[in-house]
C-alpha cells in the first residue's frame, strides 16, 4: 500500500492491486483489496486471441473494473514466451499481432501504474505456493499438462524466472533424442509424449496401425473421452495413458535430481484423468529417481486453485513486485 | 565477524574463517580473514578416503591451523550425496566409514564454532560466483566434467540446495532412456555419455567392435591421452569427444529451459581437452536449444579458481551462513 501525500493532505489511499488472466478463449480481470483473495470486482471477456484487437479489449476490461487514485499495481499472466524483465511478449502463438509487444510500458503509459507480466504457467506456480497447495513450502514444482506441459518453480522461497525470464519451461526438456516431435518443433521433449494432444496422437497412431479399440476414429477426439474409453477397459487408450505417465515419471526424476523440491504440484485438464496417468507416472518415478532420499516426505498433488491459479499468480506477482 | 563480550572486557575477535576441501587423494584446510581470499594459514594432508580414519585425520589438519578464540565458523566442501541441512554425510562412495555420518555436529561438538557443509560441485559452484568467473551474476549454472559429471547452481542470487538438500544434481539427468549404465546404477543419465570415464568406455567399445585407431588397447587409457591422439587426427578418438560433447549440449539445452542463466561455467579435468569437447557441443547446443533468445548474452567460460573453487566454496559458504 502506498499513500499519496499532496501537501499536507493525504489525497487517495491506493490500496487496490487489480490482476489480469490473458487466455485463449477469455481475458479475465479482477480487483483485491489487500491481505485478500477474495475480488471485490471482475470482468470477463472473450479474449479471440486470433482476432486483432486484443490489446484494446484488454484496456477495456481493465478500465471496466478501474477505481481511479485507488489501483496501486496491475499484475497479469499471459501465455509466453515473454520477457518478465522488460513486460514484452515475444512471439505467443495464439495472438499472433502481439509479437516483441511491450505490453507492460504499453499498460503502464496508459493506467499511470507498475504494471508486472509473467506467463501463466510460471503465476500459477506462484499462485499455488502464495495461496494453494504448496503454501508453506520453500521449493516448490509446478507442472500443468493440458494442450502443452508448462512450469513453474519456486525455489528457496523465490520465483525462478532466470537471466532473460524463460527459466522453467519444464514441457521442453529433451528426454528422448529418439522421441516425437513436439509443438515447439523440437524432438523428444516431455511435451511431445505426455500433453493431452501427444497423448491424442499417440492413440491415433496405433490406432491408424492396427491395435484395436473400442472407440471409432475421430479426428476430434479429446482426452476426456479417451479417459471414459480408459476407465471401461479399452487397452489402447489405458495404453496411451500409461506411456504418457512413464515419461512424465523420467521428467519428474530429472526435476527431482535438479530442484529437489518439498511439494509437486499437477495442474491443468490432462492431470484431471487421474490414476490413469498418475499410478503409471508414480511406477515410472520410483524406477528413475536418482536417489530414493528425494522421495522422503516429497508431496505429490493436485493444484488448489482451478481456474482460478492464473488470477491469482497475476496478483501474487504485483504484490511481491511493489514489496521488493 | 563477532565480538565475546565477557563483563565490560572484550576478550577476543572471531575473525577467522576455515574452510576444509575434503578430496579423494587429499584434505584441505586453510585459514581466511575477513574481506580475503587469501589464506593466512594453510595445511594438506592426504586424505586415504579408503583408509579408516579419515574423521581423526581431519580433525588433526583443522588442528594444525586452529587458533584458539580466533575462529569463528567453518565450512567443509565434501563429496555426496550428503545433506547440507543436516549436515550430515549420506553415503559418499570414496570414504566406506562416512555413511549417514553427522560431520558437521561431530566437528562442531569438538571445535565449539558453527559448521557447514556442502557438496563439493555446489560448493565449487559458488565458489565460482562469488570469487571467480561468475562473479556479478544472478543466474549462474556450473559443471565440472570429471570421473563424474557434477553441478552446481545459482539462481536469484542464492545457491541451490534444495528440500533435501540434493538440488543440483546434473550429472544425474537422464536425456536418452536407451543410453548407457551410469556410474550410480541408472542408465542414460548425462554423466553416462560425456564424464571422462564415459568416454573412455565408449572409446574401448568401439576399439572392440573394430574401429580403427593409431593407440593400442590399454586398460589404463585416460582422457588426455586419448586428448592427444585425437589432436594428431585419430577419427575414433575424435569422435569419442565428439559424442560427448554432442549429449553434453542436449543436457546444457536442458539447464538453459530450466534456469535460463546468464553465464555457464564449466570445470574439470575433462572440460580442459578444449575445442574437441566444446566445438560439438556449441553445435549441439545450438541444435538444441529451446528458443535461440536463451543464447542472447549468455557468457560459457571455463571455472576461474581451478583446484582452490572447493576450498574457496567451503569459505564462502561460511561466510553466507554466518550473515543468515
Given at each position: 500500500?502506498?499513500?499519496?501525500?499532496?501537501?499536507s493532505?493525504?489525497i487517495?489511499?491506493?490500496?487496490?492491486?487489480?490482476a489480469?488472466?490473458?487466455?485463449?478463449?477469455?481475458?479475465?480481470?479482477?480487483?483485491?483489496?489487500?491481505?485478500?483473495i477474495?475480488?471485490?470486482?471482475?470482468?470477463?471477456?472473450k479474449?479471440?486471441?486470433?482476432?486483432p484487437?486484443?490489446?484494446?479489449?484488454?484496456?477495456k476490461?481493465?478500465?471496466?473494473?478501474w477505481?481511479e487514485?485507488?489501483?496501486?499495481?496491475?499484475?497479469?499472466?499471459?501465455?509466453?514466451p515473454?520477457d518478465?524483465?522488460?513486460g514484452?511478449?515475444?512471439?505467443t502463438?495464439?495472438?499472433?499481432?502481439?509479437?516483441?509487444?511491450?505490453?507492460?510500458?504499453k499498460?503502464?503509459?496508459?493506467?499511470?501504474v507498475p504494471?508486472?507480466?509473467?506467463?501463466?504457467?510460471n503465476?500459477?506456480?506462484?499462485?499455488?505456493?502464495?495461496?494453494?497447495?504448496?503454501?508453506?513450502h520453500?521449493?516448490?514444482?509446478?507442472?500443468?499438462?493440458?494442450t502443452?506441459?508448462?512450469?513453474?518453480?519456486?525455489?528457496?522461497?523465490?520465483?525462478?524466472q532466470?537471466?532473460?525470464?524463460?527459466?522453467?519451461e519444464?514441457?521442453?526438456?529433451l528426454?528422448?533424442?529418439d522421441?516425437?516431435q513436439c509443438?515447439c518443433?523440437?524432438?523428444g521433449?516431455?511435451e511431445?509424449?505426455?500433453?493431452g494432444?501427444?497423448i491424442?496422437?499417440?492413440?491415433?497412431e496405433?490406432?491408424?496401425?492396427?491395435?484395436?479399440?473400442?472407440?471409432?476414429?475421430?479426428?476430434?477426439?479429446?482426452?476426456a473421452?479417451?479417459?471414459?474409453?480408459?476407465?471401461?477397459?479399452?487397452s489402447?487408450a489405458?495404453?496411451?495413458?500409461s506411456r504418457?505417465?512413464?515419461?512424465?515419471?523420467?521428467a519428474?526424476?530429472n526435476?527431482?535430481a535438479?530442484f529437489?523440491?518439498?511439494i509437486?504440484?499437477?495442474?491443468?485438464g490432462?492431470?484431471q484423468?487421474?490414476d490413469l496417468?498418475?499410478?503409471p507416472?508414480?511406477?515410472?518415478?520410483?524406477?528413475?529417481?536418482?536417489?530414493p532420499?528425494?522421495?522422503?516426505?516429497l508431496?505429490?498433488?493436485?493444484?488448489?486453485?482451478?481456474?482460478?491459479?492464473?488470477?491469482?499468480?497475476?496478483?501474487a506477482?504485483?504484490?511481491?513486485?511493489?514489496?521488493e
Amino acid at each position: 500500500m502506498r499513500i499519496l501525500v499532496k501537501g499536507s493532505v493525504i489525497i487517495a489511499a491506493m490500496t487496490l492491486t487489480l490482476a489480469v488472466d490473458i487466455g485463449g478463449t477469455h481475458i479475465r480481470v479482477a480487483a483485491y483489496e489487500p491481505n485478500s483473495i477474495a475480488p471485490i470486482a471482475h470482468q470477463r471477456t472473450k479474449s479471440l486471441a486470433n482476432t486483432p484487437g486484443v490489446y484494446n479489449r484488454l484496456v477495456k476490461a481493465i478500465e471496466s473494473i478501474w477505481k481511479e487514485g485507488q489501483v496501486s499495481a496491475i499484475g497479469i499472466a499471459s501465455p509466453g514466451p515473454l520477457d518478465p524483465h522488460t513486460g514484452v511478449i515475444l512471439d505467443t502463438p495464439n495472438i499472433p499481432e502481439w509479437t516483441n509487444f511491450p505490453l507492460t510500458s504499453k499498460l503502464s503509459d496508459h493506467f499511470g501504474v507498475p504494471v508486472h507480466l509473467d506467463n501463466d504457467a510460471n503465476m500459477a506456480g506462484l499462485a499455488e505456493w502464495q495461496y494453494g497447495a504448496g503454501k508453506g513450502h520453500h521449493d516448490l514444482v509446478y507442472l500443468t499438462i493440458s494442450t502443452g506441459i508448462g512450469g513453474g518453480v519456486i525455489s528457496n522461497d523465490r520465483l525462478l524466472q532466470g537471466f532473460h525470464g524463460l527459466g522453467a519451461e519444464l514441457g521442453h526438456i529433451l528426454i528422448d533424442p529418439d522421441g516425437p516431435q513436439c509443438g515447439c518443433g523440437k524432438n523428444g521433449h516431455i511435451e511431445a509424449f505426455s500433453s493431452g494432444p501427444s497423448i491424442i496422437r499417440y492413440f491415433n497412431e496405433q490406432q491408424r496401425d492396427g491395435q484395436k479399440s473400442s472407440l471409432q476414429p475421430d479426428p476430434s477426439l479429446g482426452t476426456a473421452q479417451l479417459a471414459e474409453a480408459a476407465l471401461t477397459g479399452d487397452s489402447l487408450a489405458i495404453s496411451a495413458f500409461s506411456r504418457a505417465g512413464h515419461y512424465l515419471g523420467i521428467a519428474v526424476a530429472n526435476f527431482l535430481a535438479i530442484f529437489d523440491p518439498s511439494i509437486l504440484v499437477f495442474g491443468g485438464g490432462v492431470s484431471q484423468v487421474g490414476d490413469l496417468l498418475f499410478k503409471p507416472f508414480e511406477k515410472s518415478l520410483r524406477m528413475h529417481v536418482f536417489h530414493p532420499h528425494y522421495l522422503d516426505d516429497l508431496i505429490i498433488t493436485k493444484a488448489g486453485l482451478g481456474d482460478d491459479a492464473g488470477l491469482l499468480g497475476a496478483l501474487a506477482l504485483a504484490r511481491m513486485k511493489s514489496n521488493e
